[in-house]
């Protein structure tokens, strides 16, 4: 069942959409209890106002949407159509690094070495997934998400942490609530959102809205299509929140 904010939500996504993009929103609500960025994103919000903005994501396979009907149905692809039907004047460029299995560690040298050569404003960052699946040391990935978010922020470049995909059979075989946690405290010493997928994909599997465990065969790739846009409005919101914290005002932003 949609949560009453839910609803609001998506009636605002709505009636703010343009009419040809109405039919396209999916059926899954936004909890905005679940996007609230609190903490601000100052450089997004400079770049977006300055006309031209440049977004790294960086992490494991599913940045490229594995399992989608087309590339195009990757969540990083949907978040900058989204972010293009809403300012068509903005510049944008969103740039997809990763590979799958990539630890945090190695995530981290990929966005050192994009900070060298072509610095981005924005950097979302899916971490822990690697280290959750295969038991590796807390302490190592803490290290890596500390040390890759004090280069950013010494750069002047604002993050955004995303955690874990929900998997049940990941919650059951392995300490997940740990990584999470680590993820959240090392964000939150740092100033930094974290969208939290795990929390997401669990509100909509649990109100049969889209759950990829138990899709049909026949299903899944139409499944996966719609968790990776419900993922790219998720972060689109948390975007707009960040931005607006940075603000203190009404103004453009993704």
């Given amino acids: 069942m949609i949560s009453g904010a839910g609803r609001i939500l998506l009636l605002f996504g709505l009636l703010l959409a343009p009419p040809a993009a109405r039919a396209a929103v999916p059926a899954c609500d936004l909890p905005l209890e679940?996007?609230?960025?609190?903490?601000?994103?100052?450089?997004?919000?400079?770049?977006?106002?300055?006309?031209?903005?440049?977004?790294?994501?960086?992490?494991?396979?599913?940045?490229?949407?594995?399992?989608?009907?087309?590339?195009?149905?990757?969540?990083p692809a949907r978040l900058e159509a989204l972010i293009r039907a809403r300012n068509?004047?903005?510049?944008?460029?969103?740039?997809?690094?990763?590979?799958?299995?990539?630890?945090?560690?190695?995530?981290?040298?990929?966005?050192?070495?994009?900070?060298?050569?072509?610095?981005?404003?924005?950097?979302?960052?899916q971490a822990g997934t690697a280290e959750a699946v295969r038991g590796l040391a807390l302490d190592e990935m803490v290290e890596a998400l500390n040390s890759g978010l004090t280069k950013m922020i010494s750069a002047g470049v604002d993050a955004v942490i995303m955690d874990?995909?929900?998997?049940?059979?990941?919650?059951?075989?392995?300490?997940?609530?740990?990584?999470?946690?680590?993820?959240?405290?090392?964000?939150?010493?740092?100033?930094?959102?974290?969208?939290?997928?795990?929390d997401l994909m669990w509100h909509w599997a649990d109100n049969n809205q889209v759950d990829l465990e138990r899709a049909a065969r026949s299903e899944r790739a139409a499944a996966t299509d719609l968790?990776?846009?419900?993922?790219?409005?998720?972060?689109?919101?948390?975007?707009?929140?960040g931005v607006d914290e940075a603000r203190g005002r009404p103004g453009p932003r993704p």
Avoid at 227 to 238: D, G, I, P, S, Y
Wanted: glycine share 6%.
């Fill in 164 to 198: 874990q995909q929900f998997s049940r059979f990941l919650r059951a075989n392995a300490n997940v609530d740990a990584y999470r946690d680590a993820l959240r405290l090392a964000a939150a010493a740092h100033g930094v959102p974290v969208l939290r997928r795990w």
């Fill in 34 to 75: 679940l996007l609230q960025a609190s903490a601000a994103l100052p450089a997004t919000a400079r770049a977006a106002s300055a006309g031209r903005l440049r977004i790294l994501v960086v992490g494991g396979a599913s940045v490229f949407g594995p399992g989608t009907s087309a590339p195009a149905a990757a969540w």
């Fill in 227 to 241: 968790l990776n846009e419900c993922l790219a409005r998720a972060m689109q919101v948390l975007l707009r929140d």
């Fill in 88 to 125: 068509p004047q903005l510049q944008l460029e969103v740039v997809t690094r990763g590979a799958r299995g990539l630890t945090t560690a190695e995530t981290a040298d990929i966005i050192a070495s994009e900070l060298r050569t072509d610095p981005p404003n924005l950097v979302l960052w």
